[in-house]
């Protein structure tokens, strides 16, 4: 019987063991090295010196625009993760990064409604406007980018003389 209960106890002190060994090792949410940034939202980073050329690795996830004064804006474009390359004039890395993208911040104007399985986001500051966000239902979607398209398109468009 203290055999089958050492047994036990052994089995019990090596899952608790794994378990906070996971935890503690690898399984933080974000790494020094990460760079974090919402959906639609830009983070800026300062650059090591001497950084020539800006990749990144899935463009559809994030954007980045290199300013003066060695400042990197990271706009996130999409879901997901990517990489972020900073190289030297001679094409050594410099640094390297992950960017990971996150869902739009949750501000206290936002409003989810959903008909059904159909999304559909709303900022509601006083009064509720439809809002564009990665995630609706695409009928919902599509009419909102078409309406903003239009509508940008117009802003442009010299008036008539």
């Known amino acids: 019987m203290s055999a ?3 047994r036990r106890r052994r089995l019990v002190a090596l899952l608790a063991w794994t378990l906070l060994s996971a935890i503690t090792l690898g399984a933080t949410p974000a790494q020094a090295d990460d760079v974090t940034v919402n959906v639609d939202e830009a983070r800026v980073i300062k650059l090591p010196e001497r950084v020539a050329t800006i990749v990144i690795g899935n463009p559809l996830i994030a954007d980045a625009t ?3 004064g060695g400042i990197l804006v990271v706009t996130g474009k999409g879901f997901g993760a990517t990489n972020l390359l900073a190289l030297d004039r001679s094409g050594r890395v410099v640094m390297d990064k992950t960017v990971q993208v996150l ?3 949750t501000s206290s104007d936002l409003v989810i409604v959903f008909k059904g399985v159909e999304r559909e986001s709303y900022s509601c500051a006083p009064d509720c406007e439809r ?4 995630g609706d239902s695409q009928a919902y979607f599509t009419s909102i980018l078409t309406q903003s398209g239009t509508r940008a398109t117009q802003a442009q468009t010299p008036p008539a003389r």
Not at 131 to 134: C, D
Request: proline share 0%; no cysteine; glycine share 16%.
């Open 131 to 134: 809002r564009l966000t990665l």
């Open 66 to 68: 290199l300013q003066s």
């Open 103 to 105: 869902g739009a911040s």
């Open 4 to 6: 089958v209960f050492g």
